[in-house]
Every structure is written in C-alpha cells, then in structure tokens.
C-alpha cells in the first residue's frame, strides 16, 4: 500500500513539472517571422567562383577571347533556362538565368543590363515577384553607380530606363527618362529629346494616365512643328486624338481632330476626313449636353462628314454619318428633316449594298411617319422593310406585326 502511494506520488511530482514547463514555454514570446524578401541569399550578389569565369574579373579583366567565349557560354545557359521553363521547371530555369546575370557582370554594365532586362521581362510575365525584385534592385544598383560617374552615360540610362519598363517600374523608368530628357535638351539633340518624350508617353499610357500622356504628347507635338516635321506631327495628333477620348476630353479631342482635318487638307489626303469628321460631330454632340449651343456644330460636322465620304465613294461611312444626323434631328424633334435625310441614307444604303442596313433604314422611315400620324406611308415603309426581312430571313415577325398595328390604327 505504501509502495503504491509512493509511485503515485512521484508521478505526480513529475506531471507538475512538466506542467509548469510546458506553461513557461507557452508564455516565452514567439520569434517574429522574418519578411519573405529576407529569407532566400540574393541570387544576383552569390560570390562563388564560377567555372565559366577564367580567372578572377576584379583581379584581371579578360582577353577578347575570353569575353567571346563567355558571352557563347551565356547565350548557351540562356537557352537552357528557356527550355527549363517551357519544360515547366520554373525554379531551375530562373536559378540558370540567376548564374547567367551574374556571370555578364563580366562582360560589362551594358550587356548586364540588357541580360537583365531579358531576364526580367520573363519574370514578370510568368508572376515571379521575387525575381522581379531581385533584378529591380540590381538596376538600382547599377542607376546609383551611374550616378557617381562625373559624366552622364546617355546610353546606360536608355538602357536603365526600358529594362525598368520591362519589370514594369514605371516610377523608376520616369526618374531616368526624366534625367535622360534634362541631357539630351542640354545638348539640343531635338532627335533624342523626342525619343525620350515618346518613351515617357509610353510609361504613362502604360499606367493608363492619360493626363500625363497628354501633356507628354503635347510637347512631342511642339517638338515637330517647330521641326516642320509634318508626318511626326500626324502621328502625335493621332495619339492625342486617341487619348483624349480615352480620357473623356471631348473638347480637346475637337482641337486635336480639327488639326488633323486641316493636316490631311493640306496634304491633299481627304480618305481620313469622314471619320474625323464623324468623329468631331460625336464630340461636340457629347458637349451640347452642358453646351446646347454646339448642337449646331454637331449637325454641320455630321452633314460635312456624309458629304465628303459620299463624294470618296465611302457609302458606309456616309450611311454612318447619316444615321447619326438623323438620331440627332429626333432627339431634337425635327421629325420632317430626320425623314428627308432617311432618305438620303435609302440611296446610301443601296450604294453600299448593305440589305440589312436598307431594312432598318425602311423600319426608322416607317417609326417617323408613325410618329407624325402620317400611316400610308408608314404602310408603305413598313412593307418595304418587310420584303428585305423575308430576303435576309430576319425580322419578318417584327415587319409582318408593325404593318397589323399600323392597318388597324389607319
């Protein structure tokens, strides 16, 4: 009995202590988990000798053959990693394309930095964030040491700038297209400026700010007419054009087209004026709204813009142009001019063969005429549309019940 309550007693003594320890370890405050970013080495910064090197480049640089034979084994381990990603092996394949960007630190700042930008474009396309930081803060590295460097090396920073567009750092790639911008007007090379600018511009289009892309574009655009550079110059105004709709900016949109119109007067070119044109009439529609004043350069534009894709034989366009002039006389409540010009877009529409747009042309006549409480001629809109719905197999139950609602009401 006493034997057995010695053992009892002992196992309790010992439960307590590991309680008691147990307990002390649950109060011990947990280690903080490092930040992902900090746990693996940095891939770019091992310094492991490699076999592919020679000799030590800090020591001495290499020979001619040296850098051609290198620079064959790099393209060699760059191939290798391309076909380990399509293979699938996606950690193998950047871990091969790690060892090749450090390897081209030995061929130089350039083709490190163009390897780079390889390399990073790839990584951010197939959603390796890691690696995309890891090479974003090489390119810092090597923009900091530029930096130091007495002279500006325009080339470095075009390089710089498009491998961070590559990595998608826009913030970064502005920094050095601005810096690069500020040279290249120090020393008046226009070309270079405008090649900057229009990188810039791509940045911000890029990002979807089309403030910024504006305002880039508008100096583009200084820059070729102070240059009489007139096909730049229509390029740019297409751009503007372009972002300034996107942007929601219908009156500078009119200015940017007017130009363009009046560019391709000048140049004899009159193909492009419809759709501009078009294009202006939509513009100035959209400011009637706080502006009804402009709802008469609407119309002009719309009308001018028929006129002149009628006149190039451009029969859709002008059906186009016309059925938005004829929208826009109903909205306005002229019923009599939207059924004139219906029928101008009638002889539009058979110019351009377009049955199914003469069917509906026929259905909007026969809508007006129903509107004026004019039903013969509704009647006999309504029965024309009718005979194309039945050659187009379309439509011929809305045709067949519009001509019974309007047989009834007459």
Known sequence: MLKRLSVTVTAAILWLTWSSV???ATKKPLK???PLEEFPVNPLEIQTIDPLLPHSVSKQPLTPIESQKLETDLDDLNQKATAKLAAGDKLDAFATWNRELRLRRALGVFAEVKALSRVGMIAWRVNNNLEVQVITQRLQAIQKQALLQPTTNLKLLQYLGDAYQQVRSSNNALIVYNQLLTAVRSQGDSAAEAQTLLAIAQVHLSWFDYPQAAATYEQLLTLAAAKGDRVSEQSYLQELAFIYEQAKQPEES???RAR???????????TEVPALKLAIASNYESLAKTNPLL???AFKNYQEAYQTAWGLQQYARAADALRSLIALYRQQGQRDEAINTSQILIQAEVQATDTYGLMN????????HVEKNEYPQALEAFQKGLELAQQLNYQQSYFTEQIQKVSQTH
């Open 22 to 24: 147990m307990v002390a």
């Open 361 to 368: 042309a026929y259905d909007q006549i026969g809508q007006l």
């Open 260 to 270: 363009l119109a009046e560019y391709y007067a000048n140049t004899k070119n009159a």
């Open 32 to 34: 903080q988990p490092k």
């Open 295 to 297: 709802v008469q350069e």
């Open 254 to 256: 009119v200015k940017v």
